[in-house]
Every structure is written in structure tokens, then in C-alpha cells.
């Protein structure tokens, strides 16, 4: 178990770039999440898998914003057109199949948007 | 709609000084509640988990208390020490298929030496 693992830890990218983060979960772990988190702010949810279903979209994600987790295993998040307001902190999480197993977090990808 | 509070945003602590941190939840209708500890630029960090059926969980200095009746919840630290600085926040997981846990903004702790 190496615990949840994000790459980049950080992406510095103008305006109206595209970019894409990876979240690698806990192997045994069918769910995952996405969240989003700035300065002073808990986390905001965005989206959660199943295995390889998207079963919840946030109001907040936009339609710039994709998330995948083609085969159940790895995830990503893009965001095409990047606009400053999405400089952010994102997050990955992955859980067990249970609605009482804890969400072990990955350290985060850190969005700059210039 | 699920809102969940954090209060007081900041707090400073001597060293040694055992101390509470609070956790509030507008619906009572939840799976159960977790805190988790976040140093400054990293991920979150697991603390404990309660499901809604117990009172409280213990682990080490940590001592978690859950009213679910009330909506709260506490995080008691023991024996504050300097390693415990960092900003703890709480997340109510709902009966929901959407599974959208909510978190708390967080209370930014710093002890003191």
C-alpha cells in the first residue's frame, strides 16, 4: 500500500491552456474522488467514480472540466481552457467500497494559472 | 442542504495544553463523520473516523466525540506539542448515492513552544 499518488505535484500554465492531472488510488480502493481546495477553504467536491463509473458531477464542474477512470484503476482530471479563477489545489482520494471506510488523500496537485 | 462549520478558524496553544477543537453539521442525517490533519501544502491526512451509530473514537493523544442528535462533534488533544501545528478539518459523509462528503473550512492550530 503506497498510499494515493498525484502527478504533478504542481502545473504553472497560461491562460486557455489545457491540463490534464493523474490520480493513482490505493490498489483494493473502487472508489475515488475528486476535490478542489483554496486558500483558507475546505475541500469542494467535484466528481466520484465507482470502479470505472462517474456516478456524481458537481454544479461546480464546468463544462471545461472532464474527469475519467477509463479501466477502474487510475483517474484524470482536465481542464481545457484554463482561466485563473481554477488556480487551486487538487485532490484525489480513494476509499473501499463502504460508505463507513475512511478517504485516504493524495498530497494534492497544485494549479497556477498566470 | 449539508453545511458543516469549524470554530474558531484559528487557534494558538501553549505547549503541553490539552485543547478542543469544534465541528458542527446542519443535517443529522449522516454515516458518519471524519477528521482529518493538512500541513500546509500537502494532502489530507486521516485522524479518525466515527460512524453515526458510535459516541467516540480514541487513537493515541486524539479523542473524537460525535452528538449526532445536536449536529457536533469534538477532536480533544492531549499534551499539545509543536508536531500537532497544522489545520484539522472535519467531513460528514451522507446516506446519499452521490456520496458527496462534506468538509468544514478547518481550525488552523499552532502551538506554541
Known amino acids: 500500500d503506497t498510499g494515493v499518488s498525484q502527478n504533478p505535484r504542481h502545473k504553472i500554465t497560461k491562460r486557455g491552456q489545457n491540463v490534464t492531472f493523474r490520480c493513482d488510488p490505493i490498489?483494493?480502493?473502487?472508489?475515488l474522488y475528486w476535490y478542489r481546495q483554496t486558500l483558507g477553504q475546505g475541500p469542494e467536491f467535484l466528481t466520484y467514480?465507482?470502479?470505472?463509473?462517474?456516478?456524481?458531477k458537481s454544479r461546480l464542474l464546468s463544462d471545461r472540466f472532464s474527469a475519467e477512470r477509463p479501466k477502474g484503476s487510475f483517474s484524470t482530471l482536465e481542464i481545457q481552457r484554463t482561466e485563473q479563477g481554477d488556480s487551486a489545489m487538487y485532490l484525489c482520494a480513494s476509499s473501499l467500497d463502504s460508505y463507513n471506510s475512511p478517504l485516504h488523500f493524495g498530497n494534492g496537485t497544485r494549479l497556477t494559472v498566470t | 442542504k449539508q453545511e458543516v462549520t469549524q470554530i474558531p478558524a484559528a487557534l494558538s496553544v501553549p505547549e503541553g495544553e490539552n485543547l478542543v477543537l469544534n465541528c458542527s453539521f446542519t443535517d443529522s442525517a449522516i454515516y458518519n463523520l471524519q477528521w482529518f490533519r493538512q500541513d500546509p501544502g500537502k494532502g489530507l491526512t486521516s485522524l479518525l473516523l466515527i460512524q453515526s451509530s458510535q459516541r467516540e473514537q480514541t487513537s493515541g493523544r486524539l479523542n473524537a466525540s460525535l452528538d449526532k442528535s445536536s449536529g457536533r462533534s469534538t477532536l480533544y488533544i492531549a499534551a499539545s506539542q509543536p508536531g500537532d501545528s497544522a489545520t484539522y478539518l472535519c467531513?460528514?459523509?451522507?446516506?446519499?448515492?452521490?456520496?458527496?462528503?462534506?468538509f468544514g473550512k478547518g481550525t488552523r492550530l499552532h502551538i506554541l513552544p
Open positions: 490498489s483494493e480502493h473502487n472508489r
Open positions: 467531513a460528514v459523509r451522507r446516506p446519499n448515492r452521490d456520496d458527496k462528503i462534506i
Open positions: 467514480f465507482q470502479n470505472e463509473a462517474q456516478l456524481e
